[in-house]
């Protein structure tokens, strides 16, 4: 008699902001709210291999870390990856001390001029002064851990709201206000070195893995049935730009073509279908024979149309079970504005038992 899995409650919650934690290190468009995260692996045991195939920021990597389990992040987007590696990051102890160490070399490069200057894209949404500061910081890039590299990343965006005003949301990026403020950008990556170290998770806790690669592709990466639960909250199919707003300033900065990691990733329309296919095949050959898999995912309007979430993956593969929540009240209340559809959101499991999938009733 095998042990059940655990069937799988969606929590109704208030609010999904969360600044005061890992997941504060950076806005990442689209991640799963550290609540949601929270509240579903609870439910899962604390013993076993989680996958988010689509870990973005790593969210859910963090949270599976901190209850225990061995945790295994995939992401195809570059800057997500190193977030992701940020929140995992284990060396905790000189992470501030080694912050400020930059800092200094950093202002001395400032004041000898011994920088590039920003290219004029980015350059347009900062003080020439933070700009500057910036740039001095770049030249350590190499030289920081990966904690320290997200807080780079986290500290570029909080910079940018400031030199516009804060009239920016912490997710998005509107026009350009003149004249710019400045903004002290080796305090701000201080500030947030500091803020963002007492989330760490314990040194007790196994190290999660971030791995940069293609989803549609996982039994390349990922050991044969090695897999006890698959959480993840999948791009949305409504053509969401993982690589727009801040994202766009620090792939600017760092002179990266978006436009080429745009191509990898799977955020089409024409093609959404066709690539979760190919991540769910690609599931049922990295995960156990008792394996849990559990999918969050939403309401989206295409074209005018709004298709259910959990409707469309079911018909990919036929679900156990589909628990379905309504929404309001998101990080950016703009959003709620713009958005008058009553929109919902629903996990979608699929729980194996000896490879098949067991249907639930309710």
């Keep these: ?62 949270e599976g870390q901190k209850h225990g389990l061995k945790a295994i992040g995939v992401d195809n987007n570059p800057l997500a990856v190193q977030l992701a590696k940020a929140k995992v990051h284990k060396e905790v102890g000189s992470s501030v001390e ?4 930059l800092i200094e070399m950093a202002k001395k490069d400032y004041d000898s001029k011994n920088y590039e200057k920003m290219s004029e894209g980015p350059l347009k949404s900062f003080h020439e002064q933070t700009a500057a500061e910036i740039m001095c910081m770049k030249n350590y890039y190499e030289s920081m851990n990966d904690y320290l590299k997200g807080v780079f990343f986290g500290a570029i965006a909080l910079a940018a709201r400031g030199c516009n005003g804060y009239v920016w949301t912490s997710s998005t990026v509107g026009k350009n206000i003149e004249p710019k403020r400045y903004i002290d950008f080796f305090e701000k990556m201080l500030s947030k070195t500091k803020k963002h170290s007492k989330y760490f998770n314990t040194l007790d806790c196994e190290a999660a893995k971030i791995i940069h690669g293609d989803s549609r592709k996982l039994s390349e990466m990922i050991e044969s049935h090695s897999i006890d639960f698959v959480f993840t909250s999948p791009p949305y199919f409504d053509g969401l730009d993982y690589t727009a707003y801040y994202g766009k300033l620090v792939y600017e900065i760092f002179e990266i073509d978006r436009v080429e990691i745009k191509k990898n990733l799977i955020q089409y329309v024409d093609t959404y279908e066709t690539s979760m296919r190919a991540v769910i095949e690609e599931l049922e050959k990295v995960t156990t024979e008792n394996a849990l898999i559990i999918f969050v995912v939403g309401d989206k309007r295409v074209k005018g149309e709004v298709i259910n979430g959990g409707d469309f993956f079911r018909n990919i593969r036929e679900a156990s079970y589909i628990e379905e929540r309504s929404y309001s009240g998101s990080s950016s209340q703009v959003f709620d504005v713009l958005n008058k559809t009553k929109r919902k959101e629903q996990i979608v499991v699929w729980d194996k038992y000896k490879g098949e999938i067991v249907k639930h009733e309710f």
């Design 1 to 62: 008699m095998r042990e059940m899995n655990p069937i799988i409650h969606f929590e109704k919650i208030d609010s999904v902001n969360n600044p005061n934690s890992m997941h504060g290190i950076y806005p990442y468009r689209g991640k799963i709210s550290a609540i949601d995260a929270q509240n579903i692996i609870k439910q899962l045991p604390s013993k076993g291999t989680i996958l988010d195939p689509f870990c973005g920021s790593g969210t859910i990597v963090y």
């Design 98 to 101: 080694e912050c400020k160490k």
